[in-house]
Structures are given as structure tokens and as C-alpha cells.
């Protein structure tokens, strides 16, 4: 089986939010996001629910969340987030449909590259 292409969503102005969020999180929860992504990675489109849903690690009663989408065979890393809750909060699905939006209409663009 092929791996899946993960790409990160990049702002305008280049910035990945993504990465400015990984950067603050405690080592462990690190680890298991970095272990989730290299899962979609692995697998794909033949990830499956509950895992496909969203990338989510549990740490000490916290919930890291990691939305991400499909377009063609590239997983696009679009949002982030902290909760407690059970549910992605709306503004952060609102966050990356926006994001969404603007990666189809310019993958090259919004797409980070390790510099």
C-alpha cells in the first residue's frame, strides 16, 4: 500500500498554524499527535471510524484534536485544537472549512513546506 502525502495548511502569509500549535504542547501529547498523523499516513482513505472522524489524542483528561480532509490523495492538515468537551467546538469546524475552502482553491499556496 502506498502512503498517503500529509501536507500542513499554510496561511497567506506563510505562517503554519499548525506547527505554532504542536510547538506548545507538552512532549507526550507530542508524541501521540505525531504517532496519529503517521497512522493517517500509513493508511489513508482505509482509516476508519472513530479513528478517521478527526485525529484525536487523549492526555491527562484533555482531548488535542487534529482536522484534517482529503483532496484527491493528499490528507490536508487544516485545524487544531485543545478541548474537554466530547465535541469539536463550531468555531473551529467553521475555522477549517475556511481553510478548507481556500486550500482547494490554491493547494500550491496554502500547502507548507519545510524550509
Not at 500549535?21 to 472513530?50: N, S, T, V
Request: aromatic letters at 10%; proline letters at 4%.
Amino acid at each position: 500500500m502506498t502512503r498517503t502525502r500529509v501536507v500542513l495548511y499554510q496561511e497567506e502569509d506563510g505562517t503554519c498554524p499548525f506547527l505554532e500549535w504542536f510547538a506548545e504542547l507538552p512532549a507526550k501529547a507530542q508524541d501521540k499527535c505525531f504517532l496519529r498523523m503517521e497512522r493517517l499516513r500509513e493508511i489513508g482513505h482505509e482509516l476508519r471510524r472513530p479513528e478517521a472522524d478527526f485525529l484525536r489524542v487523549s492526555l491527562q483528561g484533555l482531548q488535542y484534536r487534529i482536522l484534517y480532509f482529503f483532496h484527491g490523495t493528499i490528507a490536508a492538515v487544516v485545524s487544531h485544537g485543545l478541548v474537554k468537551e466530547r465535541v469539536v467546538p463550531s468555531k473551529e469546524i467553521d475555522r477549517a472549512i475556511e481553510r478548507k475552502k481556500r486550500f482547494i482553491a490554491n493547494p500550491a499556496r496554502h500547502t507548507h513546506e519545510e524550509s
